[in-house]
Each structure stands twice: as C-alpha cells, then as structure tokens.
T-cell receptor, first 112, second 112 residues
Framework: ELKVEQNPLFLSMQEGKNYTIYCNYS?????LYWYRQDPGKSLESLFV?????AVKQEGRLMASLDTKARLSTLHITAAVHDLSATYFC????????????FGTGTSLTVIP | DTGVSQNPRHKITKRGQNVTFRCDPI?????LYWYRQTLGQGPEFLTY????????KSRLLSDRFSAERPKGSFSTLEIQRTEQGDSAMYLC??????????FGSGTRLTVV
C-alpha cells in the first residue's frame, strides 16, 4: 500500500517568516496534490503537480515535486495569519487507479 | 454550478441505527468518490463510482456500508447498525478523468 508521510505534523510560526512542509511517499507517483482544510470545513484544492520538477506558485505558497526523491514540498513565504489551516498532500498513481492517498496533514498556526 | 453538495451537514444518531447520506456532484463530473476522515487524520478512501458503476471499494467499507449512484448523478452512502467507531466526517468528491477532486463540505456523523 502506498504510504504518504508529512512533516512536520504541527507547525507554529510567526508572521513574516518562511517555512517548508515536506511530503514523502513510498512508491512511484505521477500526480501529487496539495489541499488546504480549515477547521470543520472541507478540503480546498491548492496545487496539482504532474511531472518531475514541476513548480507551482499561488500567492505566498509554492509547491514543487521531485519524483525521483518521491518528495514534494510546500514552501510558505512571509507567512500571514490567514494561512493558518491544515495542509494535506495526496498522491495517486496509475497503479492506485482512482484512489488518492492522503498524508496525515500539517497543522499550521501563524502567530501575529 | 454550485460545487459538490452534501446532505445533511451534521447527523447525530444512536448506536445501532441506520443512516444515509447524500452527495450531489458537479454535474459534468462523471467520477464520484466517498472518503472518511477522522479527527487529526487525512481522508481515507471508501469507494469510487464512474457514472453509475461502483468500480472500487476499500477494505474499510465493511458489509454495514453500502453506496449507490443509481443514475450516474447523485450518490448515497448508507451505514447500517451504526457503531461508535463510525463517527467521522464523510466526504464526497467528484472529478473528471484523473483530475484533482472537488470536495463537498462533508457530513459529520456522531454516533452516541
């Protein structure tokens, strides 16, 4: 079974600081997704990464994918309070078909 | 289109009762998924439909769980003889082909 690990699980950071969330997965993947979840709410799609070396940026968030290392990163630049949420990565492969395997999530708290 | 709609938003039931949840996907999405999310965890795959056909089922989907998508549009997830361990957020998502999912707001089930 494909395993997806995120670290850190909890992250508290001050506004204006930079940080990176890591997502490792156990088998070859051809698609990786990042989602955001606010407390009690559903998941909001942030990024879809489709190939090795893919990099996508939206505002203060930038995601990258290294399929050889089986690693994706979500980099936060100059954090603001509105970014406080739980961030999930999810992986699917041609072998897993239509299932997404989610990481356990990283709970981010940005302190003013 | 207003996105993926799930009803009810919250359900409290007594142990042993049956419950049914409904999901209305985005109309042009032929793929529909059910996931379960417990506190502090990422979503776990339950089942997948392509049009009206249920093509994949997780081992998590015990014989007390049944899902249908009778006309390839909305879907229902029924849990019979609920147990306390069934308490979770049940998330529905839809997509086209292998694109990223659009999630609904979820149904939070509490079994007392």
């Amino acid at each position: 079974e494909l395993k997806v690990e995120q670290n850190p699980l909890f992250l508290s950071m001050q506004e204006g600081k930079n940080y990176t969330i890591y997502c490792n997965y156990s088998t070859t993947s051809d698609r990786l997704y990042w989602y955001r979840q606010d407390p009690g709410k559903s998941l909001e799609s942030l990024f879809v990464l489709l190939s090795n070396g893919a990099v996508k940026q939206e505002g203060r968030l930038m995601a990258s994918l290294d399929t050889k290392a089986r690693l994706s990163t979500l980099h936060i630049t100059a954090a603001v309070h509105d970014l406080s949420a739980t961030y999930f990565c999810a992986v699917s492969t041609s072998l897993t078909g239509n299932q997404f395997y989610f990481g356990t999530g990283t709970s981010l708290t940005v302190i003013p | 289109d207003t996105g993926v709609s799930q009803n009810p938003r919250h359900k409290i039931t007594k142990r042993g009762q049956n419950v049914t949840f409904r999901c209305d996907p985005i109309s042009e999405h032929n793929r529909l998924y059910w996931y379960r999310q417990t506190l502090g965890q990422g979503p776990e795959f339950l089942t997948y439909f392509q049009n009206e056909a249920q093509l994949e089922k997780s081992r998590l989907l015990s014989d007390r769980f049944s899902a249908e998508r009778p006309k390839g549009s909305f879907s229902t997830l029924e849990i019979q003889r609920t147990e306390q361990g069934d308490s979770a957020m049940y998330l529905c998502a839809s997509s086209r082909a292998r694109e990223g999912y659009t999630f609904g707001s979820g149904t939070r089930l509490t079994v007392v």
